[in-house]
């Protein structure tokens, strides 16, 4: 795989978004919060995965860029403090930040969708959330039905411009990415899948939103979220469903990406094709729901 041409995209900017009020829109950030793992916020260097598919993303939370003639799309806006981090990789690249159209998330934690108000300001994107994630993103997080009322997990809220639903569409530029709808970490927890184009080979890429039941979670008896392990059992059920070639996430730990990424370094044709590490992560991660699951069960006897 070859790294990608230094050719700065000239698509006309949105907006007048200047270096001064870029930072203006970080330094009024709420600053970080208590439970943010230090590799989140360390940078990672960006490169392109395969076709028009980059990884724009820190150490350890995934940000997904795909290029198209008009303009770009953006997976997940991270923290607050990560947008400065996501620009200057977008600029390494040579595409140009402002060209951002659209900004989507794999699901409303504020990990994954903090940052963005700040993009939606910069860039003038159009932000494209599954229907179950809208009230939580439109709160700022405080409808989530496990951190609603920790407010180290609150962020500054978004408007949605469109509402996604299961197996919807978002195109731009002939770029097309479906969104699947995979519940149970959050209501709209979503799963994104495309296909990129690497010479002439066609690949599946899907790009997991997360299987992961997190401390805390009551699968059993949960008044807030009555459906949260039928929700899990859907994810599972869609996932591996799922066509894939390259195997991606919202956080680089799911799909090894510093080992992939150095394997890349050494010359290594398309090292995250991996069809066989998606389906040893599904499994993994089903195992763990249903041994959580069974536990809860038990203890609730």
């Not at 949105?14 to 439970?35: E, L, N, P, Y």
Request: overall charge neutral; glycine content about 10%.
């Amino acid at each position: 795989m070859s790294w990608p041409s230094r050719c700065v995209s000239r698509l006309p900017s949105r907006g007048m978004a200047t270096g001064i009020a870029f930072a203006t829109t970080v330094a009024i950030a709420s600053g970080v919060h208590a439970q943010a793992s230090p590799n989140w916020t360390e940078p990672f260097p960006p490169f392109r995965i395969a076709g028009n598919l980059y990884y724009v993303g820190s150490k350890g939370l995934a940000n997904y860029l795909i290029t198209t003639p008009q303009g770009h799309i953006l997976i997940n806006s991270d923290l607050e403090q990560s947008v400065p981090l996501i620009r200057a990789s977008v600029e390494k690249l040579g595409f140009r930040f402002d060209d951002i159209r659209i900004l989507l998330i794999s699901h409303a934690h504020w990990d994954h969708d903090a940052g963005s108000a700040a993009i939606k300001k910069l860039t003038g994107a159009t932000y494209m959330v599954m229907d179950g994630d809208v009230s939580v993103v439109e709160s700022g997080g405080r409808t989530d039905f496990q951190y609603g009322t920790d407010t180290a997990m609150l962020y500054p809220v978004a408007k949605v411009d469109r509402v996604l639903h299961d197996g919807d569409e978002v195109k731009l530029g002939g770029a097309t990415l479906v969104a699947h709808l995979t519940p149970g970490h959050t209501r709209g927890c979503t799963t994104w899948t495309l296909k990129v184009r690497e010479g002439d080979k066609s690949y599946d890429v899907v790009i997991i939103g997360s299987p992961n039941v997190n401390e805390g979670y009551k699968l059993v008896g949960n008044s807030a979220y009555p459906k949260i392990a039928s929700d899990y059992e859907r994810t599972f059920r869609v996932l591996k469903s799922l066509p894939v070639d390259i195997f991606l996430g919202a956080h680089g730990s799911y799909f090894d990406l510093e080992k992939k990424y150095a394997r890349l370094k050494e010359g290594a044709v398309t090292p995250f094709i991996d069809p066989v590490g998606y389906k040893e992560y599904v499994a993994e991660r089903e195992d763990a729901f249903r041994r959580e699951l069974a536990k809860q069960r038990q203890g609730s006897q």
